[in-house]
Nanobody, 121 residues
Framework: QVQVVESGGGSVQAGGSLRLSCTAS????????MGWYRQTPGKQREFVAR???????NYADSVKDRFTISRDDAKNTVYLQMNSLKPADTAAYYC???????????????WGQGTLVTVSS
């Protein structure tokens, strides 16, 4: 059993910053790509940022130059530093991890429960 748990969400004024964390735990052999997605009511979940095991990153155009994704493999944790936040960034943020199981070495995706970010104008 593997799970990922997000933390760090909250309320902030426009222009402010937040740092989200996501930690994976359980029978993990290794973590490959890890990423962040977000969703608002009535809309599809959208990609925000992703980081490979080797550290390569990519971002949605809407967050480029404002958000930074990083990871600490010793802690099985991925971070999302969000600066210059805008009301349009208000959403539930979900962590995704591609996990290689310690049980059978197979790969599978795991999603967290989400953490809410609210940005007021």
């Amino acid at each position: 059993q593997v799970q990922v748990v997000e933390s760090g969400g909250g309320s902030v004024q426009a222009g402010g910053s937040l740092r989200l964390s996501c930690t994976a735990s359980g029978r993990i052999f290794s973590l490959n790509d890890m990423g962040w997605y977000r969703q608002t009511p009535g809309k599809q979940r959208e990609f925000v940022a992703r980081i490979s095991r080797g550290g390569s990153t990519n971002y949605a155009d809407s967050v480029k130059d404002r958000f930074t994704i990083s990871r600490d493999d010793a802690k099985n944790t991925v971070y999302l530093q969000m600066n210059s936040l805008k009301p349009a960034d208000t959403a539930a943020y979900y962590c995704n991890a591609e996990v290689r199981s310690r049980l059978d070495l197979k790969y599978f995706d795991v999603w967290g429960q989400g953490t809410l970010v609210t940005v007021s104008s």
